[in-house]
């Protein structure tokens, strides 16, 4: 019996350097070689500072401003650390009451936009945090951020086009625009909202 103990605890003890040492050291050094960037968090870096993570949405509050989805995540939304979503579901009288609220502020916020309010920027995503848009819902904006800003609206959709990321691998996923990219890449080529 006491041999029996001693092999199980050499056995825990194996596993235990293993898939919790050493396991887990190889793959984050192997990630720090291979894909640096990523590893730490896809930071995004304007001038000297990090603004942000190319992952993590976050609110956009100016008409300057592409907007993203709404967040659900934390009491005020954006909150990294309560990844979430509402768990309202469609019966829910307050989500149909946010959604409302949400709809009457878009339309108001953006009178020139070209049709209905795209149904991502009233929905939020799984995880309350998601850092894109489709290529529709940014151009559904630019009217807004192109009068905010003083420039042509064909400008303000050339800088969304140019910031489209196109399917992976060629099939996999959706065309989408990370907002924060595109939010600096106006920044960049038309200054900073005054």
């Given amino acids: 019996m006491k041999n029996e103990i001693i092999v199980a605890l050499r056995m825990t003890l194996v596993t235990l350097v293993l898939t919790g040492l050493a396991y887990p050291l190889a793959f984050t050094a192997l990630a720090q070689v291979l894909f640096p960037a990523r590893a730490n968090g896809s930071l995004v870096v304007a001038g000297d500072r990090v603004v ?8 956009f509050q100016k008409p300057a401003y592409f907007h993203g989805r709404p967040s659900a995540a934390g009491a005020d939304g954006y909150d990294a650390s309560a ?3 509402s768990n309202l579901g469609p019966t829910s009288k307050a989500l149909r009451d946010r959604i409302a609220a949400d709809l009457t502020r ?14 991502e920027l009233l929905t ?9 848009v489709s290529p529709e819902t940014a151009r559904w904006q630019v009217p807004r951020v192109a009068g905010a800003r003083g420039v042509a609206p064909a400008e303000v959709d050339a ?3 140019s910031q489209t990321e196109g399917r992976w691998l060629g099939f996999l996923g959706e065309p989408r625009v990370n907002v924060l990219r595109l939010n600096l890449e106006l920044d960049r080529r038309f200054g900073p909202p005054r």
């Fill in 52 to 59: 942000g993570s190319e992952l993590i949405g976050q609110r």
């Fill in 83 to 85: 990844s979430s979503g």
């Fill in 106 to 119: 878009l339309r108001a916020e953006n009178p020139a936009a070209p049709g209905p309010v795209p149904v």
């Fill in 124 to 132: 939020a995503s799984g995880s309350g945090l998601d850092p894109h």
């Fill in 159 to 161: 800088v969304g086009v």
